[in-house]
């Protein structure tokens, strides 16, 4: 395995831009993908291999539901739904996730 | 909706999973293309990851294990079958026993806490008071001082005649009880109501509460009964209530009758109560036994050694509660036998792994974990333990059936019932695994450890090793030291019951009926009217033809006897005794009814005053060395008269234990004469057998008193066969449970030396080629089998030792290390063993040494 691209997704954090991209609405896999990547202007791409694991679990695990509808392209599409656990499993990330981030931004500025 | 139910219905809708997946794959593939393409990863690879998260790995994984332990079952048909029918019957047998030991320790009286419940019996200390002295446990005095024990209550517990126009007078059990008594109950009556304080008012009508198996027998369930009268020992009494199924306390009872005030003012009444209660939240039984031996010392105000009153957990008055030690010692035994079970078919799946050393290394070699060769092994063993298991569900629900059936004819507590529950079925799934676990781990282990490379090159034949056959033998020795617990236990028992029924009789007990009958004091309320009637029973009896003494006893031989308090006068130069004294009420007729012999004086006159006889054991104990004939001794009587009686026989000792058959108890025979009994028996001898005149003695009694049941008509053959057999009922299942376990571990020993033999085909053959004779090598094999026999026997035997210990309560005249009963022991294991040696080693010597040769 060689350095992580840019790009790539640190650990554990896709499942929170996956929650906290559905708060918009149902939403089917690639347009998760497409709304995280258009939201981090490109700067964040996520992989196929990794969000479909990663929907599956949470459905299992029951922060997101999922329901087979029709596509805008009137194509059978899966699509995500953002769960009462899943809301709340957003907020705890969410707040975890600040509060890593002011933590770095405070080393980073005294270093 | 939760994870595993989510996995469950994708295992359900496999296809449809597979489906999904494939389809969101295309369709992000297709969005893909359509917006200018873009790189998609491995789309199988994605839908496999997928798949996975929705299914029960580690559950399949084990559901392959089973299909495949399935498939090895079936492949050895013969083994398998043979393993099963073996677990069946261990298992099945252990199942019965725990269901039946459960069940009758589980003391479902229907009163909350029972262990709680405490019974205050009279003490050793007593036994110094002078005789006539006042009764110590006084409930009245106890009832407004004690406070370890809430719910002071007590009850009177005896026979009582029931009669009403609706079936024949019968001998019922009634329990007259306090209403502190029946505020421990806990069920309500299912049929009118409970006893209320104007039940206990001195001119309360006679009530009566009814259980319902009474209600059932007697009354056919007539839902009218209530307010009816029925009448109890000649009083009318109004039935207020029927009581639900199974409700039996404080005794095993068919009626209920209040305590009224009444009663509670005659002295004879209290001296006859059982007193029991609660303890006090907190309080110990200690605590209780030392606050209430006290009041009562207070109350006697007489200088007493040991205690008056003994203060003893309620249930030890429960008959099985006795017999725990003896229930406990079938628990193990039958366990034992399970044990046998394990270690034969250990052996067996011993001797297939030897064949399967191939297979197994092949799939070692291929990459299979060595954990996951046991876990599979293991599933096997246990997939067999649990067909073994149905099958002993099977064993166990007739076994249950048939005790049922037999302990239903004797007279058991009602709350027992002897069916399959779920504790019971909890526990045959226990042992059914653990079993499986337990006879599977020795060859998994053993199967898991092998040389892959050796084992593959060498064809599956050098692995099995000295390390299966040490582990084989080892099996067959414990086995045996099993072995020897059980055939010890079952040997002491036997060599008990032998003693029982050896045991010389001083009486003849051929050609004797008897006969109970109660008469109630209600009708005969004094000595003359009681008199009265028994003479008028025995002269009427003694007229039918065929018979030749008629007389009256308060016991029967075997049956115990009656505790007096009474003074012994001192052999020459010595103080008199006071005591307890033991004995029986009788007739001078009964020594010749019984033919028993005196040895020394004459019985008592018939009208005789102020004369006693004693056996042998009596008059050794009080005036060894001395003419017996002339002493003198005086019992405490009911109204305080005490005169002396004088000894005018020695009887020679009649059995009245039935588990002392050498009767050494000292025992006083007071004439009946003196002191009239209202129950006694009638002990008949007669010229023609006594089957005969049992119709006619049922018939004179009821000649005499139409409400009078005559009851127990027995020949005195049979009521001491009876007797007996109680006593022997454990010895018989211990010698089953035995030679089961002798007859499995003898397979064991044959299955491991036959297979030894069958193994060194070709030694033995190079053996006799070079010139060993045939008795060499009989001898070789025997000895090599031998071995693990003694080695079994030298283990097996300072365990048997310690454990039938726990036996020695119910043996008769035999003790627990008893030398004979291990010699026999010894002699049936050592021809069990030399057989199971010998027939596989017959085999050997008649191997051909050149066949044995080409063997290869």
């Not at chain 2, 008990?496 to 009708?523: G, H, I, W």
């Not at chain 2, 454990?730 to 007859?743: D, Q, S, Y």
């Amino acid at each position: 395995m060689g350095k992580p691209d840019r790009g790539e997704l640190v650990q554990g954090t896709l499942d929170m831009l996956v929650l906290k991209t559905l708060t918009l609405g149902p939403m089917h896999g690639w347009g998760i993908a497409q709304s995280i990547q258009q939201a981090s202007e490109e700067v964040l791409r996520v992989e196929e291999g990794s969000l479909y694991p990663a929907l599956h679990r949470m459905e299992l695990d029951g922060l997101i539901d999922a329901e087979w509808g029709q596509s805008e392209n009137k194509r059978r599409a899966k699509y995500y739904r953002l769960t009462a656990r899943g809301r709340k499993a957003l907020a705890d990330e969410a707040h975890h996730w600040q509060q890593l981030a002011r933590a770095i931004a405070r080393v980073m500025e005294t270093a | 909706m939760n994870k595993f139910v989510k996995r469950l219905r994708a295992l359900w809708h496999r296809r449809e999973l597979d489906r999904d997946l494939a389809d969101e794959m295309a369709f992000h593939l297709a969005m893909n293309e359509q917006n200018g393409g873009g790189r998609f990863g491995n789309a199988t690879a994605i839908q496999e990851t997928c798949r996975d998260l929705w299914a029960f790995t580690s559950l399949e994984a084990w559901w392959q294990d089973i299909r495949f332990a399935l498939r090895t079952l079936r492949a050895s048909p013969l083994i398998t079958a043979t393993a099963i029918v073996a677990l069946a019957l261990g298992i099945g047998a252990n199942t019965t026993v725990f269901t039946i030991v459960s069940s009758a320790l589980r003391f479902d009286m229907a009163v909350d806490h029972i262990e709680r419940v405490v019974a205050l019996h009279p003490g050793e200390g007593l036994a110094n008071l002078a005789p006539g002295a006042p009764t110590p446990i006084d409930f009245l005095n106890l009832r407004s001082q004690v406070k370890t024990v809430r719910n002071l209550a007590a009850y009177h517990f005896s026979a009582v005649n029931v009669s009403d126009g609706h079936a024949l007078p019968e001998r019922c059990w009634g329990v007259q009880m306090t209403a502190s008594g029946w505020a421990m109950v806990r069920p309500k009556p299912q049929l009118g109501r409970e006893f209320g304080p104007q039940d206990e008012r001195p001119d309360a009508t006679p009530a009566v509460m009814i259980s319902h198996r009474l209600w059932e027998r007697r009354y056919g369930g007539d839902p009218a009964i209530v307010g009816k009268f029925i009448r109890i020992d000649d009083v009318d009494h109004a039935v207020v209530g029927v009581m639900p199924a199974g409700e039996q306390f404080p005794e095993d009872t068919d009626l209920w009758t209040p305590v009224t005030l009444k009663d509670l003012g005659n002295p004879d009444f209290l001296r006859s109560l059982l007193i029991f209660g609660r303890l006090a939240d907190g309080a110990t039984i200690s605590a209780a036994q030392s606050e209430i031996d006290g009041v009562t010392r207070r109350a006697i105000a007489q200088n007493v050694n040991g205690p008056v009153v003994n203060v003893r957990p309620f249930l030890e008055m429960i008959g099985v509660y006795d017999a725990r030690a003896m229930l406990y010692a079938m628990v193990f035994a039958v366990g034992f036998v399970l044990l046998i079970v394990c270690a034969d078919v250990a052996n067996l799946l011993l001797g297939r792994a030897a064949a399967r050393v191939r297979e197994i290394s092949i799939r070692i070699a291929i990459g299979a974990g060595r954990v996951r060769i046991v876990r599979q092994l293991l599933v096997e063993s246990v997939m067999l333990s649990a067909a073994g298991g149905f099958a002993g569900w099977l064993v166990a629900l007739a076994g249950l059936h048939w005790f049922d059936n037999m302990s239903a004819q004797g007279r058991r507590p009602s709350w027992i019932h002897f069916s399959m529950d779920t504790r019971g079925l909890l526990y045959l799934a226990g042992i059914s695994i653990a079993a499986g676990i337990l006879f599977g781990l020795a060859p998994a282990l053993q199967l898991a450890k092998i040389d892959v490379n050796s084992a593959i090159k060498d064809g599956g034949r050098g692995a099995e090793g000295p390390r299966g056959r040490k582990l084989a033998g080892l099996l067959v020795g414990f086995q045996m030291a099993l072995c020897v617990i059980l055939l010890a236990a079952s040997g002491l028992m036997i060599h008990s019951t032998v003693k029982l029924y050896n045991a010389p009789l001083s009486f003849q007990p051929a050609n004797v009926l008897t006969m109970r009958v109660d008469l109630p004091e209600t009708k005969y309320a004094n000595g003359d009217s009681v008199r009265g009637f028994y003479n008028r029973l025995e002269s009427e009896l003694a007229g039918l033809p065929g018979v030749t003494e008629v007389s009256l006893a308060s016991e029967l031989p075997m049956r115990g006897w009656r505790e007096f308090r009474g003074e012994v006068e001192g052999p020459q130069g010595k103080p008199s005794i006071t005591g307890e004294l033991d004995g029986l009420v009788v007739d001078p007729a009964y020594f010749p009814a019984l033919a028993v012999r005196m040895r020394q004086g004459r019985a008592f006159d018939e009208n005789g005053q102020s004369q006693v006889v004693v056996n042998e054991s009596f008059a050794a104990k009080f005036w060894p060395g001395e003419n017996p004939i002339g002493k003198r001794l005086r019992i405490a009587g009911r109204n305080g008269s005490q005169p002396w009686l004088t000894v005018t026989g020695v009887l020679a000792d009649v059995q009245q234990d039935v588990m002392r058959p050498l009767g050494s108890d000292p025992l006083i025979y007071l004439p009946y004469h003196q002191d009239p009994q209202s129950s006694v028996y009638v002990v008949a001898r007669t010229a023609i057998p006594p089957a005969n005149l049992v119709e006619p003695f049922r018939r004179a009694v009821q000649n005499l008193d139409e409400n009078l049941p005559a009851q127990d008509v027995l020949s005195l053959d049979d009521h001491i066969a009876q007797q007996r057999l109680n006593v022997t009922a454990f010895g018989k299942l211990f010698t089953i449970f035995a030679a089961i376990a002798l007859v499995l571990a003898w397979v064991g020993l044959y299955a491991v030396v036959a297979h030894a033999v069958s193994r060194r085909t070709q030694e033995i053959g190079i053996r006799m080629a070079v010139g060993g004779t045939r008795r060499d090598i009989f001898r070789l094999v025997v000895k090599q089998g031998m071995r693990q026999v003694l080695g079994g026997f030298a283990a097996g035997l300072p365990l048997a030792i310690l454990v039938t210990r726990g036996l020695s309560h119910g043996l008769v005249g035999v003790s627990p290390s008893d030398p004979a009963t291990y010699l026999g022991v010894a002699l049936v294991l050592g021809i069990a063993g030399l057989l199971g040696c010998a027939i596989p080693a017959r085999r050997a010597i008649r191997v051909d040494p050149l066949a044995a040769l080409r063997h290869e």
